[in-house]
């Protein structure tokens, strides 16, 4: 019998066609009248490929089994509504660690050499009339990572290759990392120079990187974002940015994205990208391999390969 699966919002191309080749796909997002659509099909519905799945959708699906999300993030997903209507929920870890590892360091350098306004200098023709001026290097800085998970390690492996010192912030001391450990985020801030945040998102980590935390890391000090936005405190750290209270910003995700404040496109101490970390066809591709390895693994009844729940 034919497996009938559900998208509620458009997937990578090589995801969909694999899906297809596999299964009954139902497009959620196509249908004019959706809760119609789902009166009349929600039955016959039992896997769901994508995110941002709550328990009203849940509701309307009574015989899901799986949720297998395209991500490494599930925090759009209502975890405890799965568990108790005993839905199984997997994500895309690990094959994304390198490409969110590289665009970190990526934007970091741009963020102490200014690069995006180096390259405007030129365009604009300043160049031949102007010194663009001096600014500051990673080598002999601290970097504070905050959530030294699969992603984490990969990226603090990159920046000790550019001769910084690592140490780091998390729910527990990890004895096998060679990293110094602090137990408290506000003091972590204040002895380093950087801040970079790629700890999960989610209720728990919601504003976690407070104004006090953003005073801590100080006029000197720059943060970076690789993770979700709702991590940090966005209202206070672009009033700091902007009164000098902070020394900069590299910014990957954003509190309402794709909404940026309109502060930070004014600011030369920022550097701004729209949400990139996984962008990569290779890391997305492997993404979407995994999503629907997760789905044949459940429905022939084997381990999951990834599972969250």
């Known amino acids: 019998m034919t497996i009938e699966i559900l998208q509620t919002g458009p997937l990578l191309a090589s995801c969909e066609k694999a899906l297809a080749a596999r299964y009954t796909v139902h497009k959620l ?81 741009s963020l102490a050499r200014r690069i995006p306004q180096s390259d405007q200098f030129v365009r604009q023709g300043k160049w031949p009339n102007a010194s663009f001026g001096l600014f500051s290097e990673l080598t002999g800085k601290t970097v504070g990572i905050l959530g030294l998970g ?20 998390g729910r527990r001391h990890q004895a096998t990392v060679p990293y110094i450990y602090y137990d408290n985020l506000e003091d972590m801030a204040r002895d380093s120079d950087w801040l970079v945040v790629i700890a999960p998102g989610g209720k728990d980590t919601n504003g976690i990187v407070s104004r006090a935390v953003l005073e801590a890391l100080g006029p000197d000090g720059r943060i970076v974002n690789v993770a979700r936005g709702t991590l940090i405190d966005e209202k206070a750290m672009v009033e700091l940015l902007v009164n000098g209270g902070l020394g900069g910003a590299a910014l990957d995700v954003f509190e309402n994205e794709p909404q940026v404040p309109a502060e930070l496109l004014t600011l030369d101490n920022v550097v701004l990208s729209p949400h990139q970390g996984s962008a990569t066809h290779q890391t997305r591709d492997a993404m979407g391999a995994l999503l629907v390895a997760n789905l044949e693994k459940h429905f022939a009844g084997e381990p999951l390969i990834s599972a969250v729940v």
Do not use: C
């Open 29 to 109: 997002h196509e249908q004019a009248d959706k809760d119609a659509w789902l009166r009349d099909n929600g039955a016959r519905i039992r896997a769901h490929a994508g995110s941002g799945v709550q328990a009203d959708l849940m509701d309307k699906l009574p015989n899901l089994e799986i949720i297998a999300s395209f991500g490494v993030g599930y925090d759009n997903i209502d975890i405890k509504a799965a568990r108790a209507r005993n839905v199984r929920v997997t994500n895309t870890p690990d094959v994304l660690n390198d490409a969110v590892a590289e665009l970190t360091v990526g934007l970091m350098i």
């Open 150 to 169: 699969r992603i984490g390690k990969e990226i603090a492996t990159r920046l000790q290759a550019m001769k910084m010192r690592v140490v780091y912030y």
